[in-house]
T-cell receptor, first 120, second 109 residues
Framework: GAVVSQHPSWVICKSGTSVKIECRSLDFQATTMFWYRQFPKQSLMLMATSNEGSKATYEQGVEKDKFLINHASLTLSTLTVTSAHPEDSSFYIC????????????????FGPGTRLTVL | GQNIDQPTEMTATEGAIVQINCTYQTSGFNGLFWYQQHAGEAPTFLSYNVLDGLEEKGRFSSFLSRSKGYSYLLLKELQMKDSASYLCAAMDSNYQLIWGAGTKLIIKP
């Protein structure tokens, strides 16, 4: 099956620093990747849709200057949390669509293992 | 607006059967997904329904009624490892997933 990796798995940082999270599709190409945030005991919340070679589309209420997304290739998207603060502590998950799955296949998203960010 | 409703928590006994319900309201509809999520981990795909009816896959089955905006996930022969949150998500006309808050399933011996 399709595999998506995320790095790092967990990170602890001081308030005011920036943190970069990588999302990679290991065995398929993904023109579209999604970034989600999940607070404890809450549902996944879509932050932005990342399209290869173009600007990301951010959901309402998500600051694009704070959460920088770069989708430089068909297998890599990065999320940078700039000037992180304790309220940014959360579980960040990326997912990707398989470009080569074909029009007849279900539009499944493959999830990375997630990155737990703790901002002190 | 778009909305997904599912129970917050359910409890069942090992070896039994449990049904987790989900109702949805979306702008357009391109399918209904069920995911399993263990604590601290990312969701994993369980099932996808786009046509009315029951889809069976081993111990897990998923049902969809488009006219009622309703789906359920049926888990048979429950095992302790099935203790997890089960997320219902509907795909709208823009192919965006609208997520429910998840149902925490607790399995007791």
């Amino acid at each position: 099956g399709a595999v998506v990796s995320q790095h790092p798995s967990w990170v602890i940082c001081k308030s005011g620093t920036s943190v970069k999270i990588e999302c990679r599709s290991l065995d398929f190409q993904a023109t579209t990747m999604f970034w989600y945030r999940q607070f404890p005991k809450q549902s996944l919340m879509l932050m932005a849709t990342s399209n290869e070679g173009s600007k990301a589309t951010y959901e309402q209420g998500v600051e694009k200057d704070k959460f920088l997304i770069n989708h430089a290739s068909l297998t890599l998207s990065t999320l940078t949390v700039t000037s992180a603060h304790p309220e940014d502590s959360s579980f960040y998950i990326c997912s990707a669509r398989d470009l080569g799955a074909g029009s007849g296949s279900l539009d499944e998203q493959f999830f990375g293992p997630g990155t737990r960010l703790t901002v002190l | 607006g778009q909305n997904i409703d599912q129970p917050t928590e359910m409890t069942a006994t090992e070896g039994a059967i449990v049904q987790i319900n989900c109702t949805y309201q979306t702008s357009g509809f391109n399918g209904l997904f069920w995911y399993q999520q263990h604590a601290g981990e990312a969701p994993t795909f369980l099932s996808y329904n786009v046509l009315d009816g029951l889809e069976e896959k081993g111990r897990f089955s998923s049902f969809l009624s488009r006219s009622k905006g309703y789906s359920y996930l049926l888990l048979k022969e429950l095992q302790m490892k099935d203790s997890a949150s089960y997320l219902c998500a509907a795909m709208d006309s823009n192919y965006q997933l609208i997520w429910g808050a998840g149902t925490k399933l607790i399995i007791k011996p």
